[in-house]
């Protein structure tokens, strides 16, 4: 079979493989410093034309971004859109690192170096796939595109408007990304969506300044009680939210993501050592359900009044309530933010709510399409053994940039290690993932190439 001739070939090229992503990690590509990184996406570049992938560099309101294609002259094929950032973090602190981290060094079947993990390493995976596969057989059986941006690491602030500007050149089938590590049992894992998050910030002042508790107490308010009784108008002790609407938009998970989220590994005994608490109160289900598929929210914190050491006896004037949602499919921040507003009118019109950090909004891919099946498949032939398959997570990335901005199904498929040390000292990425994360893509090109 074709697909055997191509996983053969990688298996004969890993040395040259793994020269090459050293060659990458070498190259410094420092976002948040905007050291090397323009001379990354050139590199990158050149290691795209080599393979085979015709690229250009467009440029954006930042660092560049890195595209490539591979065409068949078949438009009916199916077209994959591989995501990954070439940017890397910051090295520091440097004498925490047992080898220079942009002198990349292989130690027992690990290499070690800043960005082996995040992302160069399983950014050029999907490359090396494309080139083994154009070697061995002459052609693909489905269009490949690569967008791989240089701002991950500061927050992708021009990707929004990248794909936005580009709609048509980037139009796919799906939406690949590797990114973050793989489960900690060694298991590979697929993720079809995530929550979204956003932030808000309540302030509410009762007088023009803190008051004598014994000259004025009981005739003035107070600015901390009122803002804890509003708070609690928000939930009820079942950790029900009591914001009218709250819940119009979210969607209940299917028989099939039911089924997915049974399939789990679930140990809730580790998980409270891991969390740090006496005990985890829900059942396997009930546990993921709150965990993918509901939306909470959250007092990060409350600041107000006197909280240092002994007393003072006064009224406070003033409190804020730093307060957070993690939004699920397929809520909306701004709709969701208005009915946060109708509470306020409702409950405490004093209230003022600020809003500061940049939302971002859930996202979901079926896991029960066609496309979805397919990628599960390829993951479970190359690794022989059934992927962990989260029908959606529950933190949050701007995946819906692919699912609502481009409007195309996303999937993420982690190659790293677990203990890949991402943002740390000695961030490495084991040789074995390194290779099977290009027979992992090798695998799915064919299998999508498959008439589905
Ligand atoms: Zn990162």
Redesign the pocket.
């Known amino acids: 079979m074709s697909i055997e001739k191509v996983q053969a070939r990688i298996k004969e090229l890993e040395e040259e493989y793994l020269e090459i992503l050293k060659g990458l990690v070498r190259q410094k590509s420092i976002s948040t410093e905007d050291i090397g990184v323009r001379e990354c996406a050139d590199l990158l570049k050149g290691i795209m034309e080599k393979a085979g992938i015709d690229t250009a560099i467009y440029e954006t309101g930042g660092q560049p971004v890195v595209y490539g294609e591979v065409k068949r002259e078949n438009s009916e094929s199916i077209t994959i859109l591989f995501y990954g950032h070439y940017d890397v ?1 910051p090295p520091e602190p440097l004498d925490k690192w047992d080898s220079p981290p942009f002198e990349p060094g292989v130690r027992k079947g690990r290499i070690y170096g800043r960005g082996t993990g ?2 160069k390493g399983q950014l050029i995976t999907h490359v090396l796939a494309v080139k083994t596969y154009l070697e061995t057989l002459g052609s693909l059986p489905v269009n490949v595109k690569f967008l791989f941006e240089g701002e ?2 500061i927050g992708s602030p021009n990707l929004i408007p990248f794909v936005q500007k580009h709609q048509e050149l980037l139009k796919a089938d799906l939406v690949l990304t590797s ?1 973050g590590p793989m489960h900690e049992s060694g298991a590979p894992l697929i993720a079809f969506g995530v929550r979204g998050v956003m932030n808000f910030d309540l302030h509410l002042k009762t007088a023009s300044t803190d008051n004598h508790s014994g000259n004025k107490g009981g005739v003035i308010p107070n600015a901390i009680w009122e803002m804890v009784e509003f708070l609690s108008t928000m939930k009820d002790e079942k950790d029900q939210v009591l914001i009218s609407g709250f819940y119009d938009d979210v969607v209940a998970p299917t028989a099939y993501e039911r089924e997915l989220i049974n399939n789990l590994p679930y140990d809730p005994d580790r998980l409270a050592t891991v969390y740090g608490v006496d005990k985890i109160h829900h059942e396997k289900e009930d546990f993921y359900s709150r965990l993918l598929f509901k939306p909470t929210l959250t007092i990060n914190g409350i600041r107000g009044g006197h909280i240092g050491e002994g007393t003072k006896n006064i009224i406070p004037c003033e409190s804020t309530a730093k307060m957070e949602i993690r939004l699920v499919y397929d809520q909306e921040p701004e709709d969701l933010i208005n009915k946060v507003k109708d509470h306020i009118q409702r409950y405490n019109p004093s209230i003022r709510l600020t809003r500061e950090e940049e939302d971002m909004r859930p996202s979901k891919t079926s896991a029960e399409l066609d496309i979805s099946k397919a990628v599960i498949r390829s993951v479970e032939q190359t690794f022989s053994e059934k992927p962990v398959v989260y029908p959606g997570m529950g933190g949050s990335l701007p995946d819906y940039v692919w699912t609502k901005v481009l409007g195309v199904p996303s999937i993420m498929i982690p190659y790293a290690n677990a203990d890949e040390a ?2 740390a000292p000695n961030e490495n990425l084991k040789l074995d993932c390194f290779y099977n994360g290009i027979h992992t893509s090798a695998r799915i090109i064919y299998e999508l190439g498959k008439n589905l």
Do not use: K, L
């Open positions: 973090q995040d992302n991950e690491e990114d991402n943002h």
